[in-house]
């Protein structure tokens, strides 16, 4: 029982990581393009477009060459259940905002803001900076418990120790 309640602390911190992630994305975008719009606004777009074309081009070309020259298989595979440690509880968190909804708010409201009410932008910013340092400060306590049952679920699963005996051979 003390396995499944960690594991069950793990999906729990989980599920908050995964509600609470878009959010700090935004957060951090938004104080980026805050700091940075003032400065450069035609620099931080055309670097936008840049980064985003040189990320496109990288995820399809590594995509192609992996099928083409080493016969990878993209398809996810669907983990087994059989065997595996069972959650005591399960707690449905929201979604908030999506990720690149997020990343694009992030970025948008932040040059926009900048722009047009930059003194404004420049608090907002502040505030945000502070709102995620109080977040993620929080997080740092909680990581042991979030990895330390995963890591019991996969030495249960035996997942942990074929990944042991690949790294050493």
């Not at 957060?27 to 400065?39: D, H, Q, W």
């Not at 707690?91 to 690149?100: A, G, M, Q, R």
């Amino acid at each position: 029982i003390l396995k499944q309640f960690l594991y069950s602390i793990s999906v729990t911190i989980k599920g908050i990581i995964v509600m609470l992630l878009p959010v700090i994305i935004a957060l951090l975008l938004f104080k980026t393009m805050v700091g940075l719009a003032s400065k450069a606004t035609k620099m931080v777009a055309i670097l936008l477009v840049v980064v985003c074309s040189s990320s496109l081009t990288a995820t399809l070309l590594s995509r192609f060459l992996g099928e083409a020259i080493y016969s990878f298989s993209f398809s996810m595979l669907e983990p087994s259940e059989t065997g595996g440690v069972i959650s005591l509880w399960n707690i449905s968190f929201p979604s908030l905002i999506s990720n690149d909804q997020a990343i694009l708010c992030g970025i948008l409201f932040g040059l926009i803001l900048a722009k047009f009410k930059p003194h404004f932008a420049h608090k907002a910013a502040a505030v945000s900076d502070k709102l995620v340092n109080a977040i993620l400060s929080n997080f740092i306590y909680i990581i042991p418990f979030f990895i330390s049952g995963f890591i019991i679920k996969m030495q249960h699963e035996g997942v942990m120790s074929s990944i042991i005996n690949h790294y050493f051979s």
